[in-house]
Structures are given as C-alpha cells and as structure tokens.
Nanobody
C-alpha cells in the first residue's frame, strides 16, 4: 500500500507561482511512476505531469509545458510540482498519484491513464 499526502495549494493571481508537494508513505521503493492530475468543476480529471521514479524523466500535458515543472526528491520520498505563470484555467483540485507500472508515465494519445494510488487533493485557485 502507498499513501500520498498533498500540500501547497492556495489562491493566487494570474501570473503568479505555486509549488505543490506530495509526501509518499508505505511501500514506495518499488514505485515506477508518480504524477499530478487535476480536476476542475464540471470537467473530467486530466493528467498534468508524470515522472519516472528511476531516472526522473518527466512528461507534461501540452497545456502546462513550459510553465510547470515536476520533480522528485528520492531522499524525502516527496514529489513536487512547480507551477509558474498560472492562468485562471489552471484552477482545479490537484491530485498526487503513484503507480508501480512504468508504462503509466507515458501519455497515450495525448492523455495520461489513471494511476492506482491517489492522494486526497489540494485546491489551486487562480483569479484574473
């Protein structure tokens, strides 16, 4: 079992930055992939960014490329999402996710497939 706890959400103005953190607990050393997903009211959940745990290769959704950076601190078992140049359309509940399967990291037809383990989420609100 893996437990994930997010932190760092908040309310900001457009153009500002936030950094989300996700602490992982439990059977984490065999995880193949970790990532961030988000869900806005009335919309489907979408993958934002993923990262291979072995070599930190990242993948990003087109909507956040160049603005968001995913990173992993192995020593702290903590996943980060640095979000710069935030836009109102980035407003959503952000979820940390993890999976033992390496293949989950790569998007399929431009979308990320759901992971097995999820945190409870942290709210990000961007106002114009």
């Amino acid at each position: 079992q893996v437990q994930l706890v997010e932190s760092g959400g908040g309310s900001v103005q457009a153009g500002e930055s936030l950094r989300l953190s996700c602490a992982a607990f439990g059977y984490t050393y065999s995880l193949g992939c970790m990532g961030w997903f988000r869900q806005a009211p009335g919309k489907e959940r979408e993958g934002v960014a993923t990262i291979y745990t072995r070599d930190s290769t990242p993948y990003y959704a087109d909507s956040v490329k160049g603005r968001f950076t995913i990173s992993l601190d192995d020593a702290k078992n903590t996943l980060y999402l640095q979000m710069n140049s935030l836009k109102p359309e980035d407003t959503a509940m952000y979820y940390c996710a993890a999976d033992f399967r390496l293949a989950r990291c790569r998007p399929v037809l431009g979308s990320f497939v759901a992971f097995d383990y999820w945190g409870r989420g942290t709210q990000v609100t961007v106002s114009s």
